[in-house]
Nanobody, 113 residues
Framework: QVQLVQSGGGLVQPGESLRLSCAVSRINIRVNAVEWYHQAPGKERELVAS???????TYDMSVKGRFTISRDNTQNTVYLQMNNLKPEDTGVYYCKVLGYIDWGQGTQVTVSP
């Protein structure tokens, strides 16, 4: 069983930035891909970013150019830097290790004037 503990998030205005963290334990992220998902109010959870063991990152078109996923293997932690936030980015963000069923506890992000 993988444990993922998230931090960050909050209430910001459009155009501002936030950074989410996902600390992983019980497995080594050095050899695993890690993903960030976004669940907007009333909608299904959607993949927005992922980072492979070789540091290759992929993004959904809705966040490309604004969000950056990164990893610190020494801390076994993955980050999601979110810049130029928009109201449609509002929702709960979850992290997950590819191939495992466990999820982080979720982090609320609210973007509102």
């Amino acid at each position: 069983q993988v444990q993922l503990v998230q931090s960050g998030g909050g209430l910001v205005q459009p155009g501002e930035s936030l950074r989410l963290s996902c600390a992983v334990s019980r497995i080594n992220i050095r050899v695993n891909a890690v993903e960030w998902y976004h669940q907007a109010p009333g909608k299904e959870r959607e993949l927005v970013a992922s980072i492979a063991p070789n540091y290759e990152a992929t993004y959904d078109m809705s966040v490309k150019g604004r969000f950056t996923i990164s990893r610190d293997n020494t801390q076994n932690t993955v980050y999601l830097q979110m810049n130029n936030l928009k109201p449609e980015d509002t929702g709960v963000y979850y992290c997950k290790v590819l191939g495992y069923i466990d999820w982080g506890q979720g982090t609320q992000v609210t973007v509102s004037p």
